[in-house]
């Protein structure tokens, strides 16, 4: 869906946030409270619940502690066609986390 580091932003949230029609977030306000995110809207399989998160090819459930800035691409991937190779752990959507990795000799 684009590459992340095309607008500064604060939080991981933050730059999943207007990248792509069908993601919703969804801030308590409460201090450390995680957002929920919902990609699809509330008539997605199981109710809504959370999508799956993909960081640098691993499987995760917190994407809470990832530096914004340390993200080189994110993608959202939303239909049943793309979010297949998952298996039933993407019926939800999956969010794709590319992150920048050091350099030799840097």
Known sequence: VGEAKKA???TITEAI??????V?????GNPGQNPSITIRGLGSINGGSAPLYVVDGLWTDNIRDLNPTDI???T????AS?????GSRGANGVIIITTRRGK???
């Open 72 to 74: 080189e691409a994110l």
């Open 24 to 28: 919703q977030i969804n801030n308590s």
């Open 104 to 106: 030799a000799g840097k």
């Open 8 to 10: 500064p932003v604060a």
């Open 82 to 86: 793309s979010t297949s190779i998952y």
């Open 17 to 22: 946030q207007g990248r792509t029609t069908g």
């Open 76 to 79: 959202v991937l939303k239909d």
